[in-house]
């Protein structure tokens, strides 16, 4: 388990360039709520805009989870689990009125970008009409 990064993967990194590549900037691995003990991966303070880049075996991907074979129901209960958290910050985030944005690792990164981009400077133009 010591392996297994939480922050810097690959599909993240990719994202984070490409979303600073569009002139946005960031927190990484940051808490989007003081009280809240779970980080996103990047969090976009003034506009209250979250994102989770989320494993697909980790966090359960419809599309690509594959049960592990070996001590099944520890792994199977730590991915529930894991599902189960995901589902409770978005409602928590949510009710503190931040926008979530999840993707999976296997998403093309260049429209993950895209849309963290639109979702982000859309709450910078609402903010800004005030």
């Known amino acids: 388990m010591q392996a297994i990064r939480s922050r810097d993967t690959k599909p993240e990194q990719l994202i984070r360039r490409l979303v600073h590549a569009q002139g946005l900037r960031y927190r990484v691995a940051a808490k989007p709520l003081p009280d809240l003990r779970r980080t996103a991966d990047l ?3 003034p506009v209250k805009v979250a994102v989770f880049i ?3 075996y980790w966090h359960g991907c419809p599309e690509h989870y594959v049960p592990p074979r070996t001590n099944s ?6 991915v529930a689990r894991n599902m189960a958290r995901d589902r409770d910050t978005d409602a928590r985030l ?3 009125g931040w926008l ?3 993707f999976w690792e296997h998403e093309p990164s260049d429209l993950c970008a895209d849309k963290i981009a639109v979702a982000v400077l859309a709450r910078r133009a609402r903010l800004n009409e005030f």
């Not at 129901?73 to 730590?78: E, F, I, L, M, T």
């Open 43 to 45: 969090v976009f303070r």
């Open 54 to 56: 989320d494993g697909c």
């Open 73 to 78: 129901g520890y792994w199977s209960d730590k």
């Open 94 to 96: 949510s009710e503190a």
């Open 100 to 102: 979530v944005l999840r």
